[in-house]
């Protein structure tokens, strides 16, 4: 009888749905401050009747607010403004959108993890703790959250990066995102949308999906939105598969796609009132969107944009989907419905992605490795083929690639001080010397201007760094490395539209295994001691140009540590070196006024290294050594 009582009285046990909604009332109660009386009554009656998935996300917004400084008074017409101003999700939204530097304070560990999953990770992203850099990888992201409650403790109780930069987040209560900046050209490309859908709303047609688990990317998305449209026969869409055998595809290649098919194409842009046209108008009419690199096709979808922008407030209606207006009749609130009234994908997805932390979700690194966008080219899994698929083979004729090519020195200064090295001069054999952050740029303009049509041979000792300060402004086409040493690079320089110029970049370090400063003594060559304390090359000083003794010697002397790690440098090791940067600085006459110029003598030093990279060039030609071209 007692286990018979006993088994009676025992409590029912809870179901996952029924302890979310427990959780979530208990929000609910620990923000009851902030909401006034009939807020707080409505969203306890939505705990208790909304679906679970509305419910979830109704306790992240509540632990949003939580962590907020806002005190009372909170309407349910201002909630969503009171959490999205906490969230920081409108700062992430345009940083997302512009890459403009973003500064987000009064930071939480939710707050930070909701800004960390909201981010745009395609491109480089670095996120700034006062002196504390650290650069967001998209393999690591994920590990970067889940540390997030792990590494908040009052003192730092683990190593790595990761707990540096968020207990960093933590005395400073705020971070600045920003991206490295990129001197090239951003050109749209299709490819995958990066998002999966946490709605109920049907966007398969435009490979929009919800999980992996639906997904499907058997066609880039290009040749999927053509398919859509419905307008071209199989036949045709065997011989476009056949065109577009990557997985992207520019812009400008859907020209030549018109012209072969007879198409009028008009791509709708994100953020362009107007339509950017391809083909001739009285071709067959596609329109497609491209949104966030994505295309797909534009066409008629059974929703209102009305009950999207409702979603979570309409989806329990009876044909929730058509509601296109409300109507309030003194206390009671109406839908009026009407099927007529159905927007469009390209709206539907414009309203979705610029509201995607309520509607959408970012693909999962792990899913996305899974896809064949990791990879560069599809799976081919029909062998048939279309007979204009098919063309003769062509056998180039091989040239030397030396025939014509004019050989040019040259040699950078960057400013070491900083995450991000960033030059501030570079002088060539060829030109007269640039600087500034684009003196990279400056100079194979004005190499283009002087060899017009000519291929340029670029030789740099050591050249896998200055390579650096110049591969952003070149359309690389092969690479030659042996571990961190460039042997050889090319690309293609694209000085205007039809100009442009073949450049091949050579390491003289991979014949000439020495320093630059002791080719002097080895080729017997009259060649100025190096003396260079690069410590006192910072972004301020450059600025300034002229530099006051005292600082000099505090530059000069960590170098001398620097020069000299293996032991401890005498007094005689400092003096020694700062009176030759005086003696070079006097002789060069960089003294003006009792400041050193430091711009003028670093100029002459560089051009006194590449006139030895030139002698030594003679000296490897008189010998026949054949690398130099």
Same mark, same amino acid.
């Given at each position: 009888?007692?286990?018979?009582?006993?088994?009676?009285?025992?409590?029912?046990?809870?179901?996952?749905?029924?302890?979310?909604?427990?959780?979530?009332?208990?929000?609910?109660?620990?923000?009851?401050?902030?909401?006034?009386?009939?807020?707080?009554?409505?969203?306890?009656?939505?705990?208790?009747?909304?679906?679970?998935?509305?419910?979830?996300?109704?306790?992240?917004?509540?632990?949003?607010?939580?962590?907020?400084?806002?005190?009372?008074?909170?309407?349910?017409?201002?909630?969503?403004?009171?959490?999205?101003?906490?969230?920081?999700?409108?700062?992430?939204?345009?940083?997302?959108?512009?890459?403009?530097?973003?500064?987000?304070?009064?930071?939480?560990?939710?707050?930070?993890?909701?800004?960390?999953?909201?981010?745009?990770?395609?491109?480089?992203?670095?996120?700034?703790?006062?002196?504390?850099?650290?650069?967001?990888?998209?393999?690591?992201?994920?590990?970067?959250?889940?540390?997030?409650?792990?590494?908040?403790?009052?003192?730092?109780?683990?190593?790595?990066?990761?707990?540096?930069?968020?207990?960093?987040?933590?005395?400073?209560?705020?971070?600045?995102?920003?991206?490295?900046?990129?001197?090239?050209?951003?050109?749209?490309?299709?490819?995958?949308?990066?998002?999966?859908?946490?709605?109920?709303?049907?966007?398969?047609?435009?490979?929009?999906?919800?999980?992996?688990?639906?997904?499907?990317?058997?066609?880039?998305?290009?040749?999927?939105?053509?398919?859509?449209?419905?307008?071209?026969?199989?036949?045709?869409?065997?011989?476009?598969?056949?065109?577009?055998?990557?997985?992207?595809?520019?812009?400008?290649?859907?020209?030549?796609?018109?012209?072969?098919?007879?198409?009028?194409?008009?791509?709708?842009?994100?953020?362009?009132?107007?339509?950017?046209?391809?083909?001739?108008?009285?071709?067959?009419?596609?329109?497609?969107?491209?949104?966030?690199?994505?295309?797909?096709?534009?066409?008629?979808?059974?929703?209102?944009?009305?009950?999207?922008?409702?979603?979570?407030?309409?989806?329990?209606?009876?044909?929730?989907?058509?509601?296109?207006?409300?109507?309030?009749?003194?206390?009671?609130?109406?839908?009026?419905?009407?099927?007529?009234?159905?927007?469009?994908?390209?709206?539907?997805?414009?309203?979705?992605?610029?509201?995607?932390?309520?509607?959408?979700?970012? &693909?999962?690194?792990?899913?996305?490795?899974?896809?064949?966008?990791?990879?560069?080219?599809?799976?081919?899994?029909?062998?048939?083929?279309?007979?204009?698929?098919?063309?003769?083979?062509?056998?180039?004729?091989?040239?030397?690639?030396?025939?014509?090519?004019?050989?040019?020195?040259?040699?950078?200064?960057?400013?070491?001080?900083?995450?991000?090295?960033?030059?501030?001069?570079?002088?060539?054999?060829?030109?007269?010397?640039?600087?500034?952050?684009?003196?990279?740029?400056?100079?194979?303009?004005?190499?283009?201007?002087?060899?017009?049509?000519?291929?340029?041979?670029?030789?740099?000792?050591?050249?896998?760094?200055?390579?650096?300060?110049?591969?952003?402004?070149?359309?690389?086409?092969?690479?030659?490395?042996?571990?961190?040493?460039?042997?050889?690079?090319?690309?293609?320089?694209?000085?205007?539209?039809?100009?442009?110029?073949?450049?091949?970049?050579?390491?003289?370090?991979?014949?000439?295994?020495?320093?630059?400063?002791?080719?002097?003594?080895?080729?017997?060559?009259?060649?100025?001691?190096?003396?260079?304390?690069?410590?006192?090359?910072?972004?301020?000083?450059?600025?300034?140009?002229?530099?006051?003794?005292?600082?000099?010697?505090?530059?000069?002397?960590?170098?001398?540590?620097?020069?000299?790690?293996?032991?401890?440098?005498?007094?005689?090791?400092?003096?020694?070196?700062?009176?030759?940067?005086?003696?070079?600085?006097?002789?060069?006459?960089?003294?003006?006024?009792?400041?050193?110029? &430091?711009?003028?003598?670093?100029?002459?030093?560089?051009?006194?290294?590449?006139?030895?990279?030139?002698?030594?060039?003679?000296?490897?030609?008189?010998?026949?050594?054949?690398?130099?071209?």
């Amino acid at each position: 009888m007692k286990n018979i009582f006993s088994t009676y009285n025992k409590m029912p046990r809870l179901t996952k749905n029924q302890k979310v909604r427990r959780d979530t009332q208990k929000l609910l109660d620990e923000i009851k401050s902030k909401l006034n009386a009939r807020t707080f009554t409505s969203f306890r009656d939505d705990i208790k009747e909304k679906r679970i998935d509305a419910v979830k996300r109704l306790a992240d917004k509540f632990i949003t607010l939580k962590d907020s400084e806002t005190t009372s008074g909170i309407t349910k017409k201002t909630f969503n403004n009171e959490v999205d101003e906490a969230s920081g999700l409108p700062l992430v939204r345009q940083f997302n959108k512009t890459g403009n530097d973003t500064t987000i304070k009064k930071l939480s560990p939710h707050k930070l993890k909701n800004i960390l999953r909201n981010l745009d990770i395609k491109q480089k992203i670095i996120l700034q703790a006062n002196n504390t850099y650290y650069a967001i990888r998209t393999d690591k992201i994920n590990e970067m959250i889940d540390n997030i409650d792990k590494f908040c403790v009052d003192e730092i109780q683990e190593e790595g990066s990761d707990a540096q930069v968020i207990q960093k987040v933590k005395q400073l209560n705020e971070i600045t995102l920003s991206r490295p900046k990129w001197l090239g050209k951003d050109h749209n490309e299709g490819a995958f949308f990066p998002y999966y859908n946490k709605t109920d709303i049907d966007l398969t047609d435009f490979q929009i999906f919800k999980n992996k688990q639906e997904s499907s990317y058997d066609e880039n998305c290009f040749v999927f939105a053509i398919r859509q449209s419905k307008v071209l026969t199989e036949e045709e869409m065997s011989m476009l598969k056949s065109m577009c055998i990557g997985l992207y595809i520019a812009t400008n290649k859907i020209s030549k796609i018109c012209e072969k098919f007879n198409l009028y194409i008009r791509v709708k842009h994100l953020g362009h009132h107007t339509t950017k046209n391809y083909g001739k108008s009285s071709g067959r009419e596609i329109v497609i969107g491209l949104i966030d690199k994505h295309y797909f096709i534009v066409k008629q979808i059974p929703y209102t944009l009305y009950s999207i922008k409702h979603y979570d407030e309409i989806i329990d209606k009876e044909k929730w989907n058509e509601i296109y207006k409300d109507k309030l009749v003194g206390k009671w609130k109406y839908y009026e419905k009407d099927n007529k009234r159905f927007t469009n994908s390209s709206e539907a997805i414009k309203y979705m992605h610029l509201e995607a932390d309520e509607y959408l979700r970012p &693909i999962p690194y792990e899913d996305i490795t899974g896809t064949q966008y990791h990879k560069e080219a599809e799976e081919i899994l029909d062998l048939n083929y279309h007979k204009d698929a098919v063309r003769k083979n062509k056998i180039k004729e091989i040239k030397d690639k030396s025939e014509n090519a004019k050989i040019v020195f040259l040699d950078f200064e960057s400013i070491t001080n900083e995450e991000i090295h960033k030059p501030y001069m570079v002088a060539s054999s060829e030109t007269e010397t640039f600087y500034g952050e684009k003196c990279g740029l400056y100079l194979l303009r004005r190499l283009y201007e002087k060899f017009n049509g000519s291929k340029l041979i670029l030789i740099a000792h050591n050249a896998g760094y200055d390579f650096r300060f110049l591969q952003q402004h070149l359309n690389m086409t092969s690479l030659c490395e042996r571990g961190h040493h460039l042997l050889e690079g090319k690309g293609m320089f694209y000085y205007s539209k039809g100009k442009s110029i073949e450049i091949i970049l050579k390491d003289s370090y991979s014949v000439i295994t020495m320093p630059l400063k002791k080719f002097g003594k080895c080729f017997n060559l009259n060649q100025e001691k190096e003396i260079l304390p690069y410590n006192l090359y910072t972004r301020e000083n450059i600025d300034k140009r002229y530099i006051p003794f005292d600082t000099c010697k505090v530059a000069c002397d960590m170098q001398v540590r620097c020069d000299n790690i293996e032991k401890i440098p005498t007094e005689k090791d400092y003096t020694n070196y700062f009176d030759k940067f005086l003696e070079n600085a006097t002789k060069w006459n960089c003294i003006k006024e009792g400041l050193v110029d &430091i711009i003028e003598s670093t100029f002459i030093l560089l051009n006194s290294l590449i006139f030895i990279l030139f002698c030594i060039y003679n000296f490897s030609i008189s010998h026949s050594v054949a690398f130099w071209i």
